[in-house]
């Protein structure tokens, strides 16, 4: 609530200000010599209006500014002298002119409202609400962009069901701005064509390594972690160049699952291994596999210490949906490094097998 009043007192500071200059003026003028009035300055009332106000708004402080020239007009004797003639032509050419600003400005907002609505549906098309469920695993994601109103950077996942069991990818595209979500996008894209078109993971990532090359060359690679997640818990994962995944498990033991990484990919250097370095995982029922990126490790304090997952991620609340654990480690996150100047996503799969 504290942060909403913030924003009302922030939004409404032209009327704010208006008052604070009537009241200003009008004891100026009822304190001094009739023959120095200050009522010209009634003319600012409707431009100030004008800044965020409707059309209504206007009119009343152009109504409201009138009136008090009329009224200091007369107290000074010269309400039909040329100087009062004036400051009525000064008032009502301002608030035409303020009339006229505020029907630019609520053309321009409403254009830009129908380009954030084109740009939030373009962004929801390439980082789409991820399923709280697929196949046996319970499914969040936490996502936050670095840049401010964006919903999509360079950080990307992807978990979805496919007919050789549940597939995942995580990401982290090199650089940032528009060309990075375009090859988020991208990324994205292939895997999940790639992920229902190949049974094996090393070909997956193949793929998408000859993709990301073909488009954006060596200098726009990605780190990525691409898993298969079977229906009986076992987890296997290749990754390149990207961080390795946590597990818990029910009663709350949190570890690293250590992993030998390949080149990152778009260089166009990986090279598919027959038999490639896979490790696995087996889950019971109520263990974890956490997923995160680099924005999350690299987080620091004003110590210049980095974010310590493992010892917050163990301290998480176990008895709650995954989207509650997720939202807790974002609380702790976002306390420990305030200002975040990188992509940060954490992706949380529940093994929960039907009894």
């Avoid at 290749?238 to 990484?261: D, I, K, N, Y």
């Avoid at 263990?287 to 310590?308: I, K």
């Avoid at 709650?320 to 420990?336: F, I, N, Q, S, T």
Wanted: aromatic share 8%.
């Amino acid at each position: 609530m504290q942060v909403l009043r913030k924003w009302s007192y922030w939004t409404y500071w032209p009327y704010w200000a208006a008052g604070i200059i009537t009241v200003f003026v009008t004891a100026i003028d009822l304190t001094s010599d009739p023959d120095h009035s200050t009522a010209a300055a009634y003319s600012v009332l409707p431009l100030l209006v004008a800044i965020n106000g409707r059309a209504p708004a206007v009119w009343v402080a152009g109504t409201i500014a009138l009136a008090l020239t009329l009224v200091m007009s007369a107290r000074a004797e010269d309400l039909f002298q040329v100087t009062t003639g004036g400051r009525i032509v000064a008032v009502v050419g301002a608030t035409v002119i303020a009339l006229y600003a505020l029907r630019e400005r609520l053309v321009r907002e409403r254009k830009l409202t129908q380009v954030t609505r084109v740009a939030d549906a373009v962004q929801r098309a390439v980082l789409p609400e991820q399923p709280e469920r697929v196949g046996p695993y319970a499914v969040a994601v936490s996502y936050e962009a670095a840049a401010d109103e964006a919903k999509i950077g360079g950080d990307f996942y992807k978990v979805q069901a496919t007919g050789f069991g549940t597939r995942g990818v995580i990401g982290d595209v090199r650089g940032h701005g528009l060309s990075a979500v375009r090859t988020t996008a991208m990324a994205i894209g292939v895997f999940r064509e790639a992920s229902h078109e190949s049974e094996d993971l090393a070909q997956v990532a193949a793929w998408m390594d000859r993709s990301l090359g073909r488009d954006t060359g060596p200098e726009g690679f990605s780190t990525v972690l691409v898993f298969n997640a079977g229906d009986d818990g076992v987890w296997t994962g290749l990754t390149f160049g990207h961080p390795c995944p946590l597990v818990r498990t029910a009663a709350g033991a949190v570890r690293e699952v250590r992993m030998q990484s390949g080149v990152p990919l778009g260089i166009g250097l990986y090279v598919p291994d027959p038999t490639p370095d896979m490790v696995t995982v087996s889950l019971a029922a109520g263990d974890e596999l956490l997923l995160v990126t680099d924005g999350v490790l690299e987080a620091r304090d004003s110590r210049g210490q980095f974010f310590p997952l493992i010892r917050r991620y163990a301290t998480a609340p176990r008895d709650r949906p995954p989207a509650a654990v997720l939202a807790a480690l974002r609380r702790d996150l976002e306390a420990w490094a305030p200002q975040i100047h990188d992509d940060s996503a954490f992706v949380l799969l529940r093994y929960t097998p039907e009894k």
